[in-house]
């Protein structure tokens, strides 16, 4: 089980990026965490090949490798 504190705000994050961390309440598998990342329009990205995908759509040269979807963050 998770015991240590989740990063909420990610200041790694591109301007106008945010992050939200949530965890689940119910089901098999509650008491785990999600971690979602939003970009400035409000799309939410569950995973780095989400990024990757949408990145490829819209010819941006950003790089999903730069995203961290771990719970507490890289520290």
């Known amino acids: 089980m998770f015991t240590e504190s989740p990063l909420f705000d990610d200041p790694s994050l591109p301007t106008g990026w945010h992050?939200?961390?949530?965890?689940?309440?119910?089901?098999?598998?509650?008491?785990?965490?999600?971690?979602?990342?939003?970009?400035?329009e409000g799309k939410k990205f569950r995973s780095r090949n989400e990024l990757r995908t949408h990145f490829n759509q819209i010819g941006s040269t950003m790089n999903s490798e730069d995203f961290d979807f771990s719970v507490k963050g890289k520290g």
């Open 19 to 40: 992050r939200k961390v949530v965890q689940r309440q119910t089901g098999a598998t509650a008491g785990q965490w999600d971690v979602y990342v939003y970009n400035p």
